[in-house]
């Protein structure tokens, strides 16, 4: 089950399945993707109930599987995380309690991961035989590198709240990461998808510098300026 609630310029979307950790069944994937086809608000806050953020797919799906109808489980968790990554606003990941598998990947789509004291992070798929197939091999060594990708993906170790801060897993450790999203959506709606579709421009540098400048009037052109230099 997915829950979803809108504050203004701050809308939240909760994984509500916490008997299963919020473990994902092709039901939840595609409730997940149509709260964020229908999404227009300028921060996305992306949330767990319970005690865990995610526990990732859910295995009785995945024992289930055939071959095709693996592979096709897969596309759908990577048009899902394709779809936070895509987001025209900033998306939040809000991290209490476990992520796994999945739920990493989920989160490594989002903008910002903000985990609370108590969340822990695991890509345990090497202990089942199996890998997190929902773009987390690609995103992962882009978030913290490759070395340490390495060692997350080939060891399968839980992470503290603390290790994966230090690897760059998390951008920041707070008791309540809804009260990040919050002071975002307190920030020009315009201003935070311009800032969030130059940093994620892919293309080459002089390219990048052209899309800057071009972006930087627009919002000049549409800003009204308040004097902070003193």
Known sequence: ???TAVDGPLRTITLDRPARRNALRP???SALEGALEVATEPVLY???AGEAFCAGADLDVVRELSGPGAAAFARHGQRVADALEGYDGAVVAGIDGAARGGGVEL???CDLRIATPAATFA???VALGLFGAWGGTARLPDVVGLGEALDIGLSGRTLSAAEARTAGLVSRVLDDPREAAAALAQHDAAALRTVKARLRDDADRDTQ????A???ADLVAG???TDRNG
């Open 209 to 212: 510098l052209a899309r800057e």
């Open 46 to 48: 992306l949330g767990g």
């Open 223 to 225: 800003a009204t300026l």
């Open 1 to 3: 089950m997915i829950r």
């Open 214 to 216: 071009e972006a930087f």
């Open 107 to 109: 989160a490594l789509a």
């Open 123 to 125: 890509e345990t798929g």
């Open 27 to 29: 039901a939840e994937l």
